[in-house]
């Protein structure tokens, strides 16, 4: 009898058994990666945001700091294609204006933190995410030469008024809006700039800030 429950002690795990572990650890290992998936892409969504918001604030602070005009150019890559649409990427080409209201511009190039960037096929500094164009982003109209946001030397933007658009709290923005193309669920960010060259971020287009807060 005493050897009987030794060797039911030491007995090892049967087929089901391990059919049943084996069944759990797939159900844990899948609902992780898809989790740890959904993690990084919006993690890269948000990076992605705060690189244009970042790079938009350093442009209103060298205008204001040097008294000087900027450009800010957005680009996309019509090569680059994830099957959905041939936007997908970031373009961003800072100048600054050579002469005062010389409407000649050059790129700048250092310090990298306050110059332009790209993330392309090539460059893929935010693999995944696209800045959308058409009616979730403002296609700015050509003011001095400069196809984009153009900060005078007061910090202001100085495209025409109908730029700003878009509704936001109270004002009328510009609008950048960035996508997880990749992400198995699609989010968004919204950047709302007002005429003043004030950023604001929200996590969806149907949101506008409140202007002053």
Not at 108 to 113: F, M, S, V
Not at 159 to 174: E, H, L
Request: glycine content about 8%; overall charge positive; charged content about 20%.
């Amino acid at each position: 009898m005493r050897r009987l429950r030794q060797l039911r002690e030491q007995r090892g795990f049967t087929i089901l058994e391990l059919m049943v572990v084996i069944a759990i650890i797939g159900i844990l290992t899948t609902l992780t990666a898809t989790n740890l998936g959904a993690w990084m892409s919006r993690m890269r969504l948000n990076q992605a945001t705060d690189h244009v918001k970042r790079t938009v604030e350093n442009t209103r602070k060298m205008a204001l700091t040097n008294q000087k005009r900027y450009c800010i150019e957005f680009s996309t890559d019509p090569v680059y294609s994830n099957g959905q649409d041939d936007t997908y990427l970031i373009g961003l080409d800072v100048r600054e204006e050579d002469s005062n209201n010389s409407a000649t511009w050059t790129s700048i190039t250092l310090p990298t933190a306050l110059a332009g960037w790209t993330s392309d096929q090539t460059n893929k500094l935010h693999k995944g995410i696209s800045l959308e164009t058409g009616g979730t982003t403002t296609t700015f109209t050509a003011t001095a030469a400069c196809n984009g946001m153009l900060y005078n030397r007061f910090g202001y933007l100085g495209n025409p008024t109908a730029d700003f658009s878009q509704a936001c709290g109270g004002g009328n923005c510009a609008v950048l809006t960035l996508r997880n193309k990749d992400a198995s669920v699609v989010e968004q960010r919204t950047l709302w700039v007002d005429q003043g060259g004030n950023v604001r971020q929200t996590q969806g287009p149907t949101a506008p800030p409140v202007l002053g807060s």
